[in-house]
């Protein structure tokens, strides 16, 4: 038995890690947190300290059972989760769970996998630093909180099923605010001056005007005064500059520049900064901090030499502007910079290859450019055009890097030919072409996280989790309208003629971007009228600022977390008693035939159009929305067509073909048989020939190709890729096969290794109990008995399981049998009497079972 135990939290952290440890040290993974506030209560003691429950969940008991008798064999125990709050407070969880003597316990951490920072770390142990644990308590205690008090509020005031949030609200409102801008913005068109100009030498290059003119006639007028004119050089200006290199890479500005330049979403990075950091190649990916090592820098300059030159070489020390960064730690850097590029799966690589890149170019000499900028005067006009233009005269760090950019109207900058002042230039066309000013752009992922960046929202962990979050909620979701067509015009003056062309332009694309759903909006409005403070920018940045002075030892948690609320949960027991239900109802006219009230609101199925109310004497009749129509941009109009669907085109071998809008989208139906149109497709404009020839090619693809076992089989094209399908299972057809020319011998062997596979993955199978177990996805298990599925981890030893054991974990999983109406109106009673006389509507009694320090 090794004398040492170290623990961390990831399997693949502890295999890279026991490479460099040696044989006295045994190195296990508590695979995250063990333990954490219980699932189905609040779990905070409110009314007293605030002192929170934590409990190990039924997944990670085996983990600390094992981790535990682990321990008691070791002669020392080494907790070298990251070096974060978060990894900070999994440490004193593992202390406290696993009942750790202090004095054979270690606290190691470190910025990067590597032998000589393990080496390092195990020669420089700490205590666990308990004011970080207090930084992480407070922002869990204070998350747990808003979030379990104001989600009952919403759904009982909007709808069943949300959830809000301190991070994740705010973020949601940043992005219907800037909606609304764009909804209520009005374009405005004026005509911008273009030119291409040739010097004597016959080297052609553009300019502009600096100005816009407003109207059409004024271009028009304009153009003709330049008509049989003659241009010259007024003024030519050359200035040397410089262009420097930006700092090496925080979480925040490695989340945006890999959604412009990869396309990664934020989360998708984070998932592969963290196999690259548990790989041992780069730093640790959760940092605020610019700052490089000495030592990192050395290696830095020492590859730049190697590879570049000296003169490409220039250390630099860089200061993060974040507010709360903690500056002893690290950028985000290679771990070697020797390891230009690395052998990993090809997403992995080309991150490793921005982080590379960014760092090294960190490191670098400045660009050297000369600029260039030139005014060019008519004749006989006062109107002067510009024109600039730069060139690189020592490249520097722009040999490996130059930083990405969210401004999609910036303009590069060229080459100009050599000119002289007072030089004739022969004038070969002006154009004045319409431009209309812009709506601001909708925030991508990349600029949400600069945004919350900017206003001290959130910190570098919490990025990722948010985004998915708010879009997982569905009350934000990624465009996927690529533009509407738009006429413009363009006057060309060109040989002493003006020419009026109409040309066409996309605009109001959203595809990739972040655009809130009618629930978004509707929660959004409702947490701003009523908890204004919650959804203030300036509180949640200021709510962050108090998380660092607990960090740093200069606030207790639990005087902030009193402080809040103190004010909070009264406001929560006013609104949920006083507030008005909120649907984002919206009355839009009356139907001319029947004089009913129209309107649009919320439903319990989503978004709607209700005719008239339940106060008329028939009931109101209701028509969903489609996907891509909104409660607060839909039309009158609009909105009375959807009562025309569903709308029936016809019949088709004795069945009825009918059009509709769904849920997910339009469709068509035919009998049993549902048919999706193209999103965006407008049902009512479908004609009985288009959903003929839909039904036709269903009909041609669900057309068996093959018979196996006296059963058919069909083929088709899914999220996923090709698959055939037989005896309702559905195989995937990978590139080995022909797709399009399937044998009978290629769809045999795919059915039967199928059929293998099912029967490999079952470990137990009681039929008469109808349960079992199996493996799953990422080497876990799951028990399944009828609809009911309940995941394992992977550290279970599945093969062990006994039938009673099964029967314990379905058993803990099954939902609570609801109390009758009548017994639940009787429970309620007392409670209510009780909340009259108090401010506090609810009481939660918490046992204090943590251990304090």
């Known amino acids: 038995m090794a004398k040492n135990l170290v623990i961390v939290e990831s399997p693949a952290k502890a295999k890279t890690i026991e490479k460099f440890l040696g044989k006295d040290f045994k190195v296990e993974s508590s695979y995250g947190h063990i333990s954490d506030l219980p699932s189905k209560e609040l779990g905070v003691d409110v009314e007293g300290d605030f002192e929170p429950r934590y409990e190990v969940s039924t997944d990670k008991k085996a983990v600390v059972k094992k981790l535990k008798d682990l321990a008691k064999k070791a002669d020392m125990v080494w907790l070298a989760s990251d070096e974060d709050r978060e990894g900070e407070a999994i440490a004193w969880h593992l202390a406290e769970s696993l009942n750790l003597d202090k004095d054979k316990t270690k606290r190691i951490v470190f910025h990067e996998i590597t032998k000589s920072a ?32 104001l989600s009952p509020v919403l759904w009982r005031k909007v709808k069943g099923g949300l959830s809000a949030g301190r991070v994740q609200s705010v973020s949601v409102r940043l992005i219907v605010e800037r909606e609304r801008e764009i909804q209520d913005f009005q374009a405005e068109a004026s005509y911008r001056i273009d030119a291409e100009f040739s010097n004597e030498e016959g080297q052609s290059f553009k300019a502009k005007l600096p100005k816009s003119i407003q109207t059409k006639e004024e271009a028009v007028a304009f153009l003709e005064k330049k008509a049989n004119t003659t241009f010259k050089v ?21 989340q945006q520049e890999a959604s412009r330049k990869l396309y990664f979403s934020v989360s998708k990075t984070m998932n592969m900064a963290q196999r690259l950091y548990e790989a041992g190649l780069i730093t640790y990916m959760r940092t605020d901090s610019v700052n490089l090592s000495d030592e990192a820098r050395k290696g830095a300059e020492k590859e730049i030499i190697k590879a570049y030159g000296k003169e490409y070489s220039k250390t630099r020390n860089y200061k993060g502007k974040s507010k709360g960064a903690q500056e002893a730690h690290e950028a985000i850097r290679p771990t070697n ?61 722009l040999k490996v890097y130059l930083e990405g950019t969210d401004d999609e109207d910036i303009e590069q900058e060229g080459m100009l030919p050599a000119m002289k002042v007072n030089e004739t230039l022969l004038n070969n066309y002006i154009t004045a072409t319409e431009r209309y000013t812009r709506a601001p752009y909708r925030y991508t992922e990349a600029s949400l996280v600069k945004k919350l960046e900017e206003l001290g929202i959130g910190r570098p962990s919490t ?15 990624k465009g996927t309208i690529e533009g509407v067509e738009r006429n413009y015009t363009q006057l060309v003056l060109k040989d002493d003629t003006v020419k009026d062309n109409t040309l066409t332009e996309k605009v109001g694309s959203d595809k990739g971007k972040l655009v809130p ?114 409660l607060n941009t839909i039309t009158f109009e609009e909105a009375m067509d959807l009562f025309q669907l569903p709308k029936t085109l016809g019949e088709y071998k004795g069945e009825s073909v009918e059009v509709n809008n769904g849920r ?61 399908k037989w005896n309702d299972m559905f195989i995937n057809v990978n590139k080995k096969y022909d797709w399009d020319n399937l044998s009978d011998a290629d769809i045999v062997e795919l059915i039967e290794t199928k059929i293998q596979k099912e029967i490999d993955k079952v470990i137990h199978n009681w039929e008469d109990e109808g349960i079992r177990v199996e493996k799953a996805r990422w080497g876990r298990f799951n028990i399944i008995q009828g609809k009911t599925k309940i995941e394992l981890p992977k550290t279970t030893d599945a093969e062990a399981l006994s039938l009673d054991e099964v029967k314990a974990l379905i058993e803990q999983q099954a939902p609570k049998k609801k109390a009758t109406k009548k017994k639940a109106a009787a429970k309620k009673a007392p409670a209510k009497k009780a909340a009259t006389k108090k401010t506090t509507a609810k009481k939660t009694a918490v046992k204090k079972t943590t251990t304090k320090k």
């Open 118 to 149: 393990i080496q390092k770390a195990v020669e420089n142990p700490r205590q666990i630093d308990y004011d970080l644990v207090d930084a992480q308590q407070a922002r869990r205690v204070l998350d747990r909180i808003v979030g379990y008090e």
């Open 234 to 254: 007024a003024n030519l200006e050359k200035k040397p500059a410089k262009k420097s290199p930006a700092a090496p890479f925080t979480t925040s500005t490695l």
């Open 337 to 397: 910079f020797e390891t230009h590029t690395v052998n990993l799966e090809r997403d992995q690589a080309r991150l490793y290859d921005l982080i590379w890149k960014r760092a090294i170019a960190s490191q670098m000499s400045e660009a050297k450019l000369e600029r260039t900028h030139v005014k060019i005067e008519a004749a006989s006009h006062n109107e002067t055009f510009t024109a600039n233009g730069e060139v690189i005269t020592f490249d520097g760090f």
């Open 463 to 477: 990025y990722a989790p948010t985004i998915s979050t708010i879009q997982n909620r569905n009350y934000v979701e």
């Open 517 to 630: 759903t009618d629930i978004g909006m509707i929660v959004t409005d409702f947490l701003v009228n009523h908890f204004e403070t919650i959804l203030d920018y300036s509180f949640t940045a200021n709510v962050e600022d108090q998380f660092d002075d607990i960090a740093d030892g200069k606030a207790d948690w639990k005087v902030v977390m009193k402080s809040f609320y103190k004010d909070f949960h009264p406001k929560v027991i006013d609104v949920q008693e006083n507030a008005e239900r909120e649907s984002g109802e919206r009355i839009l006219g009356e139907d001319p035939k029947t004089g009913k009230r129209v309107s649009v609101r919320l439903g319990k199925f989503g978004p709607m159009v209700q005719m008239g109310t339940v106060e008329d004497e028939e009931k109101p009749t209701y028509a969903s929305l489609s996907p891509d129509q909104q």
């Open 664 to 724: 997910y989208g339009p469709y068509v139906k035919f009998g049993d048989a549902f048919v999706s149109l193209p999103r965006g497709t407008d049902p009512l404009s479908v004609e009985f020939d288009d959903a003929l020839e839909l039904i036709k090619e269903k009909e041609k693809a669900d057309a068996p190709i093959y018979m196996y076992k006296d059963l058919p089989v069909q083929k088709g094209k899914g999220r996923f890729g090709p698959f055939i």
